[in-house]
Nanobody, 123 residues
């Protein structure tokens, strides 16, 4: 069982940066690959980024590649998402999630989810 709590969301101007964090509970954090997803109003939840168990392999959606960076610290049970050059279309609720399957962008294969944190990018 893994419990996830996101933080770091907020309001930022276009071109700005935010860093999201996800704190996981439990002693099995390092056995899960972690992902970030987002959901804008009226849209489906979409994949943003994922990182494998060790933190050595990452994968990004094309829409955020080169602007977002996912990282993790297994000693602290945290996963982070550094978001730079933010655009209004990045506005959404951002969720972290845990899965046993590395390199996975399919939200249906993620077992545990946080409650989400709102990111709003103004133009």
């Amino acid at each position: 069982q893994v419990q996830l709590v996101e933080s770091g969301g907020g309001l930022v101007q276009a071109g700005g940066s935010l860093r999201l964090s996800c704190q996981a509970s439990g002693r099995t954090f390092s056995t899960y690959a972690m992902g970030w997803f987002r959901q804008a109003p009226g849209k489906e939840r979409e994949f943003v980024a994922t990182i494998d168990r060790s933190g050595g392999v990452t994968y990004y959606a094309d829409s955020v590649k080169g602007r977002f960076t996912v990282s993790r610290d297994n000693a602290k049970n945290t996963v982070s998402l550094q978001m730079n050059s933010l655009k209004p279309e990045d506005t959404a609720v951002y969720y972290c999630a845990a899965t046993k399957y590395s390199g996975n962008s399919n939200r249906n294969l993620y077992d545990y989810w946080g409650q989400g944190t709102q990111v709003t990018v103004s133009s």
